[in-house]
Nanobody, 124 residues
Framework: QVQLVESGGGLVQAGGSLRLSCAAS????????MGWFRQAPGKERDIVAV????????YYRDSVKGRFTISRDNAKNTVYLQMNSLKPEDTAVYYC?????????????????WGQGTQVTVSS
């Protein structure tokens, strides 16, 4: 059983930056593909970014390409999401998730473990 705990959310003005962290425990972190998802009120939970087990491959949704960077530190059992040039439409609860997979996964149903989420609010 893997436990995931997100941190780093908050309120920021448009154009600002935030760095989300997700600390994992209870499993072998390097065997999991890690993803960041977000869910705005009344909307579905959508993929934001995914990183492979060793970190050599990544995927980003189109709307965050060039602004967000996903990374991981397997020695610290932590995955990060650096968010720059934030926009009001980035406002959502952000979740990290882990999947026992060798390929990058973008659908939430494919993920095995989830954190509790952290709120990101971008004001205009």
């Amino acid at each position: 059983q893997v436990q995931l705990v997100e941190s780093g959310g908050g309120l920021v003005q448009a154009g600002g930056s935030l760095r989300l962290s997700c600390a994992a425990s209870g499993g072998t972190f390097s065997t999991y593909v890690m993803g960041w998802f977000r869910q705005a009120p009344g909307k579905e939970r959508d993929i934001v970014a995914v990183i492979s087990r060793i970190g050599g491959r990544t995927y980003y949704r189109d709307s965050v390409k060039g602004r967000f960077t996903i990374s991981r530190d397997n020695a610290k059992n932590t995955v990060y999401l650096q968010m720059n040039s934030l926009k009001p439409e980035d406002t959502a609860v952000y979740y990290c998730a882990a999947a026992s997979s060798q390929i990058l996964l973008v659908t939430p149903q494919r993920y095995d473990y989830w954190g509790q989420g952290t709120q990101v609010t971008v004001s205009s």
